[in-house]
C-alpha cells in the first residue's frame, strides 16, 4: 500500500462513519405529530378566549392563575352569588361582562358581540350553586 494513499483513506473511512453516525442521529430527532384537535363548546371557549379562566378560575371559584397578582382584589366567585357585584342574572352578568365594573379589575369587554357574551354570561350562571 502507498503511504500516501494510506492517510486518504483513514480520513475516509472516517469521513464515513461521522456521516452514517449523523444520520442516524437526525432520523432520532423527529418531532412526534401534533395532539389531536379538542373541540371546546363555544361558551366555555368564550371563558377561556377572553381571559375569564385567568382571574376567576377554571371552576369560577375566583382562584386563576392570576390571582396572586391582584393582591387586595375582591375578585367575584362565580359558584356563590352573594360575590356577584351587580347581581347574578344572566341580564346583569351580561351587562358587567359588556360594560366592565369601575374601581375593579374587570375591565369592558364591548368588542365581544351580543351572541358571544350571551354564551359566556349562560356559562357563568351555570357555575352558580344554588
Known amino acids: 500500500m502507498n503511504l500516501l494513499f494510506y492517510p486518504c483513506y483513514i480520513i475516509s473511512l472516517i469521513s464515513c462513519i461521522f456521516i452514517q453516525c449523523n444520520s442516524e442521529n437526525e432520523s432520532a430527532k423527529k418531532e412526534p405529530p401534533p395532539p389531536k384537535a379538542i373541540t371546546v363548546p363555544f361558551p366555555e371557549a368564550m371563558y377561556i378566549q377572553n381571559g375569564c379562566i385567568s382571574c376567576h ?6 382562584r386563576g392563575t392570576r390571582t396572586h397578582l391582584l393582591k387586595n382584589a375582591r375578585i367575584p366567585n362565580f359558584q356563590d352569588v352573594t360575590t356577584y357585584v351587580y347581581g347574578s342574572s344572566k341580564e346583569n352578568i351580561s351587562k358587567s361582562i359588556q360594560n366592565g365594573i369601575p374601581g375593579t379589575f374587570m375591565k369592558s ?9 350571551d354564551a359566556l354570561a349562560d356559562y357563568i350562571q351555570k357555575m352558580q350553586k344554588k
Open 57 to 62: 378560575g377554571p371552576e369560577g371559584n375566583g
Open 109 to 117: 369587554y364591548s368588542h365581544m358581540r351580543k351572541n358571544e357574551i
